[in-house]
Nanobody, 125 residues
Framework: QVQVVESGGGLVQAGGSLRLSCTVSGLSFDDYAMGWFRQAPGKEREGVSC????????YYADSGKGRFTISRDNAKNTLYLQMTSLKPEHTAMYYC??????????????????WGQGTQVTVSS
């Protein structure tokens, strides 16, 4: 049984930082591309960032370029998202997901097979 568990969300003031973590079990972690998505109330789920199996290729949506860093530790089956200079518009539920294929140009929820329950990020102004 595959389990995907996010952690690290919380309430932070604008300009602050958070580090999200995602631990995966039940699959061969280094065979999967991993991604972070977010969903704000009333909006569709959108891709934030993704990383290839061995971590040498990454993709960032415009909202995260220059302020978010995705990384993975395959020895620990863990994915990370370091978020800096946060703004209120970054407020959302953040989800971790696993995909068997890697798309370096965009992120579509339909391409990801396994999902966590999400961790809430709230940025106050």
């Amino acid at each position: 049984q595959v389990q995907v568990v996010e952690s690290g969300g919380g309430l932070v003031q604008a300009g602050g930082s958070l580090r999200l973590s995602c631990t995966v079990s039940g699959l061969s972690f280094d065979d999967y591309a991993m991604g972070w998505f977010r969903q704000a109330p009333g909006k569709e789920r959108e891709g934030v960032s993704c990383i290839i199996w061995i971590g040498d290729s990454t993709y960032y949506a415009d909202s995260g370029k220059g302020r978010f860093t995705i990384s993975r530790d395959n020895a620990k089956n863990t994915l990370y998202l370091q978020m800096t200079s946060l703004k209120p518009e970054h407020t959302a539920m953040y989800y971790c997901a696993a995909a068997s294929d890697y798309n370096p140009y965009d992120m579509y929820p339909r391409d990801y097979s396994y999902w966590g329950q999400g961790t809430q990020v709230t940025v106050s102004s």
